[in-house]
Nanobody
Framework: QVQLVESGGGSVQAGGSLRLSCVAS????????MGWFRQAPGKEREGVAA????????VDGDSVKGRFTISQDIAKNAVYLQMNSLKPEDTAIYYC????????????????????WGQGTQVTVSS
């Protein structure tokens, strides 16, 4: 049974930084997409960034390009989201998610393509 546990959320002023962590357990192979998603009140869940664990290839959402970076530590089964230059509009619950295997490019930030989800961690950015 796959489990994902996030940590690292919190409150920060605009322009600040936070680093989210996600530790995965229960996966039986390394060939998978792992992603970070976020959901603000009244809005749909949005793909932020994703990484293919066997190659380290990453994709970023347009709204976070140049500010957020996804990375991984294979030995720890961990995926990270470094968030810099945070803006109030980044305020949301952030979720770690895992898929099984590969997927076409157009689906890599689509929540519907991910099978496993963490409990979420709140990120609040004040102006």
């Amino acid at each position: 049974q796959v489990q994902l546990v996030e940590s690292g959320g919190g409150s920060v002023q605009a322009g600040g930084s936070l680093r989210l962590s996600c530790v995965a357990s229960g996966y039986t192979n390394r060939n998978r997409w792992m992603g970070w998603f976020r959901q603000a009140p009244g809005k749909e869940r949005e793909g932020v960034a994703a990484i293919y664990t066997s190659t380290g290839f990453t994709v970023d959402g347009d709204s976070v390009k140049g500010r957020f970076t996804i990375s991984q530590d294979i030995a720890k089964n961990a995926v990270y989201l470094q968030m810099n230059s945070l803006k109030p509009e980044d305020t949301a619950i952030y979720y770690c998610a895992g898929a099984v295997g590969g997927m076409p490019e157009r689906f890599r930030l689509a929540p519907s393509e991910y099978n496993y989800w963490g409990q979420g961690t709140q990120v609040t950015v004040s102006s």
